[in-house]
């Protein structure tokens, strides 16, 4: 199986990303074409045949999101984009917007049409500012040329695209507090059921997906759902823009078809490339911050949604942060469970106050003060924060330390006897620092 397959990342680089001449020479704007003499229904059918799995952490069946959408026949509808990529270590919608905005602007364009929808909106992260300037080009050209605003194509039907700005919350990446935020609203997530789409943006039956799951829709209604599936694997179709970063030889973002392995991904030349400066890998980060860490005996196992669910990981966003022998565990859970107390909305006890505690276990554990009383109140902690916070922010801000438990117990146990394997702890209270 080949390595790399250059799906959606196929034009970056290559074409003036504002340039609807440009995209249209790359083969842009057949998709809608062909869409427009398709039934929905049809097109849908195509995207549930593809198997494609939302790219934006939750790897939730963007074909059954799109039928049950369809199912209700409340209007108007809206498309949103989730373009807040707050992930850590994840950077792959911001290669899209940058380097082919036009290419998810017609996948929400198609989905316009599929809804019958007039109003599509793309919730950029407030730190892509100069993003936000390439991508409007892109809409105000696409109007120009007739792809977007009113009669596109003069097939009778309209359709907008706006940009909205987020502040750097991270929580504003959740689909209902980012519906909160383009309302004008405070960005905190929404009591779920009703699902939003039925009960979404204005109220209204609202359609959220990620850019990269956008971005795949062209291809989909191109090459037909059956042909894109084949390039993955039998329950995860097509491509995934992974993001490589942290002790590894070649950083950025790569497009894999789902079927490699972790240990392609990380020591294939044209991926990876293997660890920086000859140090030995001691661990992976998977899909951001609230994803799991996995342990190199788990280098074969298949990249797709399904055999990484059943491994106990999650390709998530598709960050891939590799971390060599030098990194402590316990200093690298600290600076997660900083993150998520940073992040936290602060709406409900379990995660306001739970990933302050956990810090705290964190913090005893580096300074060889934690006792095994510590560490069972800490895996109950993470217990309780799973089931009981509100959204998923909260839900998964263990994630990490659970796998880390489950991986390198004999890292934690060391750390209750005062040694740091890494030699990260303790050295610097000895030194007098
Ligand atoms: C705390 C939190 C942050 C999230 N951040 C993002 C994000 O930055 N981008 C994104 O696409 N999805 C993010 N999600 C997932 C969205 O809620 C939602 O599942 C996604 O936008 C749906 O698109 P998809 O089905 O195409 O993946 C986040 C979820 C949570 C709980
Ligand atoms: S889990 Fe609770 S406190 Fe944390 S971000 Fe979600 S709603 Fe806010």
Known sequence: MSKIVKLISANCGKIRPDSVEDYLNFGGYAALKKAFNMEPMQIIEEVKKAKLLGRGGAAYPAGSKWEQLYEIEESPKYIVCNADEGEPGTFKDKLLMEQDPLRVIEGMTIAGYVFNSHDGYIYIRGEYRDLQKVFQAAIDNAKKEGFLGENILNTGFSYNIHIMTGAGAYVCGENSALLNSIEGKAGRPRIKPPHLAEVGLFLKPTLVNNVESFANIPTIVTEGGEKYLSYGTADSGGTKLICLSGHIKNRGVFEVP?????????????????????????????????????SPEQLDTVYCCRAMRNAGLSVGSGAVVVLDESVCIIDYLKKVTEFFIHESC???????????????????????????????????????????????LGQAASTALDSCLKHFSSEFEAHLNKQCPAGVCFTKKESGE
Not at 375 to 385: D, E, I, Q, Y
């Open 258 to 294: 789902f079927g490699v392995t972790l240990r392609d991904i990380i020591y294939d030349p044209e991926l990876g490339g293997g660890m920086a400066e000859g140090k030995k890998l001691k661990f992976f980060h998977l899909g951001g911050q609230s994803g799991p860490c996995s």
């Open 346 to 392: 602060g709406k409900c006890v379990p995660c306001r106050e739970g990933n302050k505690q956990l810090y705290l276990i964190l913090d005893k554990l580096s300074k060889g003060e934690a006792t095994e009383n510590d560490l069972a109140l800490m895996k109950r902690l993470s217990r309780v924060m799973a089931k009981s916070s509100f959204c998923g």
